[in-house]
């Protein structure tokens, strides 16, 4: 399903694997950001831009987003 801008999600950042609270900025161009994302894709709703909280700016996959829509997330655990 794809995203609109402004959604809020739970994104896996490309940086450092450890998923963060951002907003949908819009889509991409199909290429993502770091190491940490698989192999580029077709220039699809398939690659979002999302904003964190402090305003840092990633292109992330739709595989990697989650919204309160996605049944995933509410498989999703906090480990203290």
């Known amino acids: 399903m ?3 801008r402004g959604r809020e999600v ?10 963060y609270f951002g907003r949908v900025d819009g889509v991409a161009d199909g290429t ?3 190491a940490l994302n698989r ?3 077709a220039a699809t709703t ?17 595989d990697d987003l989650f919204g ?3 049944k995933t ?3 999703i655990q906090v480990c203290v």
């Open 39 to 41: 192999a580029p894709v």
């Open 10 to 19: 739970l994104a896996r950042w490309p940086d450092d694997g450890w998923y």
């Open 2 to 4: 794809p995203l609109t």
């Open 73 to 75: 997330f509410q498989a």
């Open 46 to 62: 398939d690659v979002y831009r999302v904003r964190d909280s402090v305003g840092h700016v990633a292109t992330i996959r739709r």
């Open 32 to 34: 993502t950001d770091g």
């Open 68 to 70: 309160e829509e996605d």
